[in-house]
């Protein structure tokens, strides 16, 4: 037993003042309330201090205007803290609390030297946060005794500086919220008259999905006193990895043609901004190298992994294993890497798309976040770090917790392409050389369902499995081959489980029931109606995808020429995955040039030459067996 289960609320309200840093409570002085080893909801959303505050960025001026960059943050707390009451901070920070600009996308359709022809697209909507508290955070936990703090990135709506789409600037913003939190940075109201936060008991957690999910990983990696956690969802934790691959070019899935300096103008909302930030913009531009895809300074600025060694804050990860956006090598490499440093950490990976673990298992995601801020910013034993690390949706709504991610037990198995078009545990060394032919018209999908032979692609698969096999980690891919007669540098791999099976289709459908989470105010009730993951009958899924640039295939940041005709060795990644091949079904390896909904699509007739018995599939296995 617990020893603060049995204590009086004044007493438990102590014990929380002294774990956060507070004034203890008086007779007169408000207290949060715990219950059950939980804050409980005793403070009014209705009749919360909304509050605005500019906070000087110390040592940036990214818009080069002689004056340090200032974030605007608004912020929503209990009254009671203007009667003394401390609380910690619920902070998300994003490019996206004003409406996004009309943007070109790049051309992708390139000529043999990877020049772009003439083409453009436009920019679609990204996941952009709907609006200043219209979420769930403010409903919920400000009751409970929490503060909300919403920070606009710089460069968009009132903040000054420049967007610059994952860079050191960027970072500096929300961390300068941080340290305003903390009496170590200059805050201001409208008026320009200084602000303290002396309601603040200085800790806050970050939490948000996409760029909001990003930006607390970055400043995470800073190191700032007073990131007690982080909650990033759907998150990048290397720029790179979201608009390049293994030294290609690739897309965010359903933004072909997107980059870094496209997104910074999408984001680009400040007052004045072309005027300030278009030279920024277009250093963007010049930087990012969208003909060779190579790794730079550029990106290595926007690689979060460079200090993960600074990273004091406990880490939430949420990820969709079917998110092509923000694609799942970003929470898996972050994931690793956290882990080898032992950072206390969490994940759930669900089934879903690019989105919100509110919208698809909404009781237990509050249960659980809740948790994980009473722990991590009160200091109350809740009970959540001693639940199983990882909850996994292996199907929709199959969800399991396991004591880690990757599955404890997983090993690499591999598997070797072979003549007839098979794959097997053995290896084939005497398979005959196949070729096919890169062309820029059909998906990855017509491929894939493609019968019989097809001069487009090469496609090997396994029997039926005679028992259900789950893959749980990065499978990665060897290929000899040799290129000739045409521009391409790409191989793209797919991982394929062919077998008909009702499968998630990306989207959300309603179950006609509500559920209230929090206390409603005029324009938000507090409610929502609760959804699960829609579904389709198919005959096949494309489980993951992975890109190569040949020219990279020793190094991510140099090109290096491949003589035609010439016959290398390539290894490269899928993106990370948790996925069960049922029984009966066949798994399968398709082997491209060009991913026409990903890589650039270079003039067609490049003939890619594969020596099937000197390449292999190499999956991280945890149950069944293969044939």
């Not at 709506?157 to 940075?185: F, H, M, Q, V, Y």
């Not at 007839?420 to 060394?429: A, E, F, I, K, T």
């Amino acid at each position: 037993m617990h020893p603060w289960r049995a204590l009086s609320v004044p007493l438990a309200a102590l014990l929380v003042a002294t774990l956060t840093g507070t004034t203890p409570a008086t007779a007169d002085t408000p207290a949060v309330k715990i219950e059950n080893n939980a804050t409980q909801p005793v403070f009014s959303r209705a009749d919360a201090i909304l509050q605005t505050v500019f906070v000087e960025v110390a040592g940036t001026d990214s818009d080069n205007d002689g004056a340090a960059d200032r974030v605007a943050v608004d912020i929503l707390r209990p009254k009671e803290t203007d009667q003394g009451l401390k609380v910690p901070v619920i902070m998300e920070a994003s490019p996206y609390y004003a409406p996004g600009n009309d943007v070109a996308n790049h051309p992708v359709d390139v000529d043999e030297n990877g020049v772009p022809l003439p083409a453009m697209t436009a920019l679609s909507a990204k996941l952009d946060a709907a609006g200043p508290f219209d979420s769930y955070y403010d409903n919920y936990f400000l009751p409970r005794g929490y503060a909300i703090a919403l920070v606009e990135n710089l460069g968009s709506a009132r903040a000054t500086g420049c967007p610059t789409s994952g860079g050191p600037n960027e970072t500096a913003g929300p961390k300068a919220a941080i340290d305003w939190l903390n009496g170590r940075a200059k805050g201001f109201d409208a008026t320009g008259n200084p602000v303290e936060a002396t309601w603040s008991t200085g800790k806050v957690g970050m939490i948000g999905v996409s760029y909001n999910g990003t930006l607390p990983n970055a400043v995470a990696a800073t190191g700032v006193e007073g990131l007690e956690t982080i909650v990033p969802i759907a998150a990048i934790s290397s720029w790179y990895d979201y608009y390049r691959a293994n030294g290609g070019v690739v897309a965010p899935g359903g933004f072909q043609g997107e980059d870094l300096d496209v997104l910074a103008k999408y984001v680009l909302t400040r007052q004045n901004g072309q005027e300030a930030c278009g030279g920024v913009v277009d250093a963007l531009t010049a930087g990012q190298d969208r003909i060779t895809g190579d790794y730079s300074r550029l990106w290595d600025e926007r690689n979060y992994l460079n200090d993960v060694r600074k990273v004091k804050a406990s880490v939430f990860v949420v990820h969709g294993l079917n998110d092509w956006n923000v694609k799942t090598k970003q929470f898996a490499q972050w994931w690793y890497a956290l882990s080898k440093r032992h950072v206390p950490r969490k994940i759930w990976l669900h089934q879903g798309t690019h989105m919100s673990p509110f919208n698809l298992r909404t009781a237990e995601w509050l249960r659980q976040l809740h948790g994980w801020f009473d722990h991590w910013l009160y200091g109350i034993d809740s009970g959540i770090m001693r639940e199983p690390q990882a909850d996994v949706e292996i199907g929709p709504g199959q969800w399991a917790r396991h004591a880690s991610w990757p599955l404890p037990g997983s090993a690499t198995v591999p598997l070797y392409p072979g003549s007839g078009s098979s794959l097997g545990l053995v290896p084939r060394p005497r398979s005959a050389p196949e070729t096919f032919v890169d062309q820029k018209v059909r998906t990855a999908e017509q491929l894939v369902e493609a019968t019989g032979a097809d001069p487009n692609r090469l496609a090997y698969t396994t029997g039926a499995l005679p028992a259900d096999v789950r893959i749980s980690g990065t499978p990665t891919v060897s290929v000899r081959a040799s290129f000739k007669d045409g521009a391409s540098p790409y191989l793209t791999a797919l991982l394929v489980d062919y077998g008909t099976d009702v499968r998630p289709n990306g989207t959300l459908v309603s179950t006609g029931q509500s559920y209230c989470y929090g206390q409603g105010v005029p324009g938000d009730t507090g409610c929502t109606t609760l959804r699960t993951l829609g579904t389709a009958t198919t005959p096949y899924k494309i489980v993951t995808r992975g890109w190569l640039d040949v020219r990279n295939r020793h190094r991510e940041d140099r090109s290096e020429p491949v003589r035609p005709g010439k016959e290398y060795s390539f290894t490269w990644d899928f993106q990370p995955t948790d996925y069960l091949f049922k029984k009966g079904h066949r798994l399968g390896l398709v082997i491209i040039s060009t991913d026409y909904d990903y890589t650039l699509r270079y003039p067609p007739g490049t003939k890619v030459t594969v020596s099937p018995g000197k390449s292999a599939l190499r999956l991280p296995v945890v149950l069944g067996r293969l044939p």
